[in-house]
């Protein structure tokens, strides 16, 4: 079974600063799919970013970008010019490519961001 | 457009009751998911239906737990005789397809059993 390791319980980043966040994985597969979430205190979760295995290419979405690293498991979320409003619980997600389509989740980390 | 709608947003009830859970997905999505998130926890995969039928059922804990998609639009979970563990965070996704489609996600149903 796969499974998501998130070692950060907490971080925290000075408004407009960088922070990264790291997540590593444990598959055997080699095509899949890989997400970060967002969730905010209203309890939703927000898609942020995400990542097919096949491509190389690491994923950006305006301030967020991954350094995804196939070879060692790792897909980390990489915060730019952090905002107030980015403050939240960040979940990495692994999800097989075919078979079941659940979303396999870490624990997370609590991100605060400090004006 | 409305986004996934759960029901209700908070439920208290007291240990040995019976409780349903109601999901509304997002319009023409074929694809609906239960996760649990307990206190400090990640989402933990409870069910997944595609259309009608449960695709994957794996993540139910144990056979209190039930969940229906009878119309293959919105789902209703089930918990019987409900105990004190089961409080948590009960959440809802859909999804257009599969792969790299994402998860829309409700607000949850945070459930507490007394």
């Known amino acids: 079974a796969q499974t998501v390791t998130q070692s950060q319980p907490e971080m925290s980043v000075q408004e407009a600063e960088t922070v990264t966040l790291s997540c590593t994985y444990d598959t055997s597969e080699s095509d899949y799919y890989l997400f970060w979430y967002k969730q905010p205190p209203s309890r939703q979760m927000i898609l942020v970013i995400r990542?097919?295995?096949?491509?190389?290419q690491n994923a950006t979405e305006n301030r967020f970008s991954v350094n995804f690293q196939k070879a060692a498991k790792s897909f980390s979320l990489k915060i730019s010019d952090s905002q107030l409003g980015d403050a939240a619980m960040y979940f990495c997600a692994y999800r097989s490519q075919g078979g079941s389509e659940k979303l396999v989740f870490g624990k997370g980390t609590k991100l605060t961001v400090n004006p | 457009g409305a986004g996934v709608s759960q029901t209700p947003s908070n439920k208290v009830t007291e240990k040995g009751k019976y409780v349903e859970l109601r999901c509304d997905p997002i319009s023409g999505h074929t694809a609906l998911y239960w996760y649990r998130q307990s206190l400090g926890q990640g989402p933990e995969f409870l069910i997944y239906?595609?259309?009608?039928?449960?695709?994957?059922d794996s993540g139910l804990p144990n056979d209190r737990f039930f969940a229906v998609r009878p119309e293959g639009s919105v789902s209703t979970l089930k918990i019987q005789r409900t105990e004190r563990g089961d409080s948590a965070v009960y959440l809802c996704?859909?999804?257009?397809?599969?792969?790299?489609?994402?998860?829309?996600f409700g607000n949850g149903t945070r459930l507490t059993v007394t």
């Open positions: 990542q097919e295995a096949y491509k190389q």
């Open positions: 239906f595609q259309g009608t039928g449960a695709a994957d």
């Open positions: 996704a859909s999804s257009s397809g599969v792969g790299a489609s994402p998860l829309h």
